[in-house]
């Protein structure tokens, strides 16, 4: 893959394969120790650079990053980097969790309908996708800020309604106080108690899905 990513594996050797996809941020500090703390529990972990080097601390810059990138090839990147830790993980026929954080997010939840043999679980930290999840093959956990002034609640409402339309399992947290970015502790809207709750359901269905595979 010949854009920049971030991998890691177990200090056991490999493990299920786990793809992150970071927000509109990009490739911050703050991803690679998420990628880390997941490998340290049994994961093989790739982060593409889904900005392609460049990292932000303006919203307005990275929100007209995003607006200026090519959809084709983030769609690309994110396709091929899920068949690529698939391939790095302990068993390349066993499917992938994606684990996407608000840009990435919306990108995971597209991917788990365009490689359903691949991708068999998502986590979404506050992002929605306004598809037909029909073909997908993945169980989904959504985890949305208590007011999100990037996320609808009727976004969010019509996503989940979507999903258990075609009997996908789907399992929805919502955290009390919190704002869009509450899980990253590099934000100003980092809010420990319920990133740390957050982990540990994320964490839970990770193992649950891959790990009883």
């Known amino acids: 893959m010949s854009d920049s990513a971030y991998f890691v594996m177990p200090p056991g050797g490999a493990g299920p394969g786990v ?37 932000f601390e303006v919203p307005e810059l990275a929100e007209q990053h995003l607006a200026d990138a090519n959809p084709n090839h983030l769609a690309r990147l994110v ?19 994606v684990v996407g954080f608000s840009m990435g997010a919306s990108l995971g939840l597209w ?12 986590v979404a930290f506050y992002g929605t996708q306004s598809i037909d999840f029909i073909g997908s093959k ?3 956990q959504l985890h ?3 007011r999100d002034s ?21 399992e929805t947290h919502r955290y009390p106080g919190t704002q869009h970015w509450f899980f990253e502790e590099d934000r100003d ?6 990133a740390t709750q957050a982990w540990n359901r994320m964490l839970e269905f990770l193992v649950k899905r891959l790990r009883s595979a």
């Open 19 to 55: 793809l992150v996809l970071h927000s509109w941020w990009g490739l911050t500090p703050f991803f690679r120790r998420l990628a880390d703390r997941i490998a340290d529990e049994g994961f093989t972990v790739l982060v593409p650079d889904l900005n392609l080097g460049a990292v």
């Open 79 to 97: 396709l091929s980097s899920a068949t690529l830790i698939q391939e790095r993980s302990e068993d390349p026929t066993q499917r992938v969790a």
């Open 111 to 122: 991917a788990s309908v365009r490689l359903p043999e691949t991708i068999s679980a998502v």
């Open 138 to 140: 993945a169980s989904y």
């Open 144 to 146: 949305f800020a208590d």
């Open 150 to 170: 990037l996320v609808l609640d009727e976004e969010a409402a019509f996503m989940e309604a979507t999903i258990g339309l075609v009997d996908l399992e789907v």
């Open 189 to 194: 809207a980092f809010e420990p108690t319920a």
